[in-house]
């Protein structure tokens, strides 16, 4: 099994891009958490997917972030317009939930840099 | 969510057991505990997980209190590999698999 796959693994762009992160999770897996990391806040929990459906939005900072998953194999985090504030690394995740027990898988990441 | 608390950092020996300990006074009846670690530039990878006895896997082992407020996870011999920042996790049932990381014990191993 290849694992969670992101892409870019690097992007460097300018402020007011957009910018569109990419996550393969792990086939017959039913979760998808897309997570964000910081020196200052460490990682946090920016939105997850069951079924493919979004199911706690609650930390994607602003109206500037949305994303998605069309089908059980693939997911995007779109920022749009980017901020230099919104350069961190984004992790991937995708677990088969066995009620609390079901272990995360996490992709290498996408180090996101806005000048 | 109940908090975890663990130390911020941690030292070791090569080759010496470790002890990385977390509190978790608030944790409820059915909520898992999970660890994790993150080696540098990586993300982060599952250790091992328990609800109310004693686990051992091939990578560590992870000691529960017997009221549950606390949990160590054990390293039985450090190596260099091992330094990493590892996050104890209270897994929520009933909210869909979400897991919230904390601040970590960041672990150093030295020769």
């Known amino acids: 099994d290849a694992g969670v796959i992101q892409s870019p693994r690097h992007e460097v762009t300018e402020m007011g891009q957009e910018v569109t992160l990419r996550c393969k999770p792990i086939?017959?897996?039913?979760?998808l958490f897309w997570y964000r990391q910081t020196m200052m806040r460490g990682l946090e929990l920016l939105i997850y997917?069951?079924?493919?459906?979004?199911?706690?939005d609650s930390g994607m900072p602003e109206d500037r972030f949305s994303a998605k998953m069309p089908n059980a194999s693939f997911s995007t985090l779109k920022i749009q317009p980017s901020e230099p504030r919104d350069s961190a690394v984004y992790f991937c995740?995708?677990?088969?939930?066995?009620?609390?027990?079901?272990?995360?898988?996490f992709g290498e990441g996408s180090r996101l840099t806005v000048l | 969510d109940a908090k975890t608390t663990q130390p911020n950092s941690m030292e070791s020996n090569e080759e010496e057991p470790v002890h990385l300990p977390c509190n978790h006074s608030?944790?409820?009846?059915?909520?898992?505990i999970h660890w994790y670690r993150q080696l540098p530039s990586q993300g982060p990878e599952y250790v091992i997980h328990?609800?109310?006895s004693n686990v051992n896997n091939r990578m560590a082992s992870l000691a529960i209190a017997e009221d549950r407020k606390s949990s160590t996870l054990i390293l039985h011999r450090a190596t260099l590999r091992d330094a990493a920042v590892y996050y104890c996790?209270?897994?929520?049932?009933?909210?869909?698999?979400?897991?919230?990381f904390g601040t970590g014990t960041r672990l150093q191993v030295t020769l």
């Open positions: 995740a995708s677990s088969f939930d066995r009620v609390g027990a079901g272990e995360l898988f």
């Open positions: 086939s017959g897996h039913d979760y």
């Open positions: 997917f069951n079924n493919n459906v979004p199911i706690d």
């Open positions: 608030t944790i409820s009846g059915t909520d898992y």
């Open positions: 328990g609800l109310t």
């Open positions: 996790i209270l897994r929520v049932t009933g909210t869909a698999s979400k897991l919230t």
